[in-house]
């Protein structure tokens, strides 16, 4: 067990607990748990968002799906950078001006109908069950790694960390735990590829002439096709990752975070230069990794490649940068897990309890109880599901809850605010097609069965031939979402005015 790696745990562990213990001082409404009361900068904001975004599954799943399957793995790359675009100009503003706490508020501006409210929470409880497993497994099998700890004490140890933040802190612990695992990040992020440059005598000619002696694909390495070979599957995949952050709910969450649309536009603007700068350097450590640590060596670690990372700092900075990156990953698990948990209590609390049981005649007392007992509730449920996951193939997890997000979140989001005949049941119709039909789709697709025994959840030849059935699925939750409106013969036409006037210019918060 390496001391100077637990050094380092234990000191990001202590500084995040004495940020919650700040934040739990400062966490005093309803407002304050679960928006931070609305009083993050732009730029904090901005900052949170990429400590929210940028998951284990960034960090460390790209690193390696680089460092082994070369611009296939960079796929991953684009499709979450471009998605920002969809964010800034779709989404930000109209989710801003309209919501309050949650995605199921913001439809409610437009659809004052519990069925609505209760289909857009069933939605984030879906995605964010889904996410949090694979965060958590992800977690459990890098501590077990580094510790050689039992994989179900590892689990716990993230699953116990993460409810004292949002428990204790709220949105405002949460905040700035993710600006201090955005910025370590960063940081470890530019080191690293310093020292690979340097390795290559910063040339990067010399980098990519290296990589193709370095594999075994050879000159293909630097080509598409050596992991996604169908076109249409790998597109599939693309609509899933550029359309999926725009629904998913702990990323829409953040812009309740700020006090109007134009500090969420600004909050945007720093999150993609951020991110976009962040996954430009995943390139250089997938390939030095490639380079200098070699494939066998990282199969060997973890058959996802997804110590990559890890190793490749051991390999160029030694123990102390292995123990820094190392360190740095687990605080970016427990900066996402955390944004996770305060999404899917809200609905739980805010969307289920508050607004649909109690009608919203509950006290700030009341609705507090409620957020932090479903915060627990979340955080047990997911510790539960990821013990039993261990064995699973999680990555196809993680791309569900993009789809999800995609079919059933998006559709409702772009229909509330640009489509003037939209209405309660085209709501409703809207998101049940698109979830349903991403997880049938998913059951039936490679990610669940394959014929290798093993290798999926089911033995057997796939019905769905994809991994990610979002080219059919986001489709058909905006095709639910038209049919559902055109049969049904309610319209509020007055009611959209209302909401088109304040999605854009946000005329309640105008002094």
């Known amino acids: 067990m390496n001391i100077t790696v637990i050094a380092l745990f234990l000191a990001i562990v202590l500084l995040t607990l004495v940020i919650t213990y700040w934040a739990a001082k400062n966490t005093k409404t309803t407002g304050d748990f679960y928006t931070a009361g609305g009083g993050l900068t732009g730029f904090q904001n901005g900052i949170a ?116 933040y949002v428990l204790f802190g709220g949105m405002i612990a949460t905040s700035w735990v993710q600006i201090v695992k955005a910025v370590l990040l960063m940081a470890g992020m530019i080191i690293m590829t310093f020292l690979v440059l340097w390795k290559f005598h910063f040339n990067i000619g010399e980098m990519f002439t290296s990589v193709k002696s370095a594999t075994s694909h050879g000159a293909a390495y630097l080509k598409p096709g050596i992991q996604y070979k169908d076109g249409l599957g790998t597109i599939s995949l693309m609509v899933a990752l550029v359309l999926g952050t725009s629904g998913l709910p702990h990323i829409l969450m953040r812009f309740f975070t700020v006090k109007d649309a134009k500090t969420a536009r ?113 955080s047990v449920l997911s510790i539960i599901l990821a013990l039993g996951a261990q064995k699973l193939n999680v990555a196809f997890l993680v791309s569900l809850a993009f789809c999800i997000a995609a079919s059933a979140n998006l559709p409702v989001i772009l229909y509330t605010v640009y489509w003037k005949r939209f209405n309660t049941a085209g709501a409703i119709t809207a998101i049940l097609a698109g979830l349903i039909s991403a997880l049938v789709l998913v059951a039936l697709s490679p990610s669940v069965m394959s014929p290798v025994p093993g290798a999926a959840l089911i033995t057997g030849e796939p019905i769905f031939p994809w991994a990610n059935p979002a080219l059919i699925s986001v489709p058909l939750g905006f095709l639910g979402g038209y049919i559902g409106t055109i049969l049904s013969k309610e319209s509020d036409p007055v009611r959209y005015a209302e909401v088109k006037v304040k999605a854009n210019i946000g005329y309640n918060e105008q002094s």
């Not at 940028?54 to 471009?82: M, V, W």
């Not at 909050?267 to 640590?293: D, E, K, N, Q, R």
């Open 266 to 378: 600004s909050s945007v603007i720093t999150a993609t230069w951020t991110i976009g700068i962040f996954y430009i350097l995943t390139l250089f450590l997938g390939f030095g990794a490639a380079a200098f640590v070699g494939q066998t060596k990282i199969l060997e670690a973890n058959p996802g490649g997804n110590m990559a990372a890890p190793l490749l700092a051991e390999a160029i900075g030694g123990e102390l940068l292995f123990a820094f990156i190392s360190a740095v990953a687990f605080a970016t698990i427990l900066a996402v897990v955390a944004g996770l948990v305060l999404s899917g209590a809200s609905a739980f609390a805010h969307d289920l309890y508050a607004q649909i049981i109690k009608k919203g005649k509950v006290t700030e007392r009341q609705q507090m109880m409620a957020a932090r007992n479903a915060s627990l509730a979340v």
């Open 49 to 164: 968002i990429s400590g929210d975004y940028l998951s284990a599954a960034s960090f460390l799943g790209i690193a390696g799906a680089i460092a082994l399957n070369g611009f296939d793995g960079f796929f991953y790359s684009i499709g979450f950078l471009i998605a920002y675009l969809v964010v800034m100009f779709l989404v930000a503003e109209p989710l801003r001006n309209l919501g309050k706490y949650t995605l199921a508020d913001m439809i409610n501006a437009r659809f004052d109908a519990k069925k609505v409210r209760g289909a857009a929470a069933l939605s984030t409880i879906t995605i964010v069950i889904f996410y949090m497993i694979a965060q958590l497994v992800g977690a459990g099998a890098l501590i077990q790694l580094l510790f050689g700890i039992k994989y179900w004490i590892a689990v716990l140890i993230v699953g116990v960390m993460m409810t004292i």
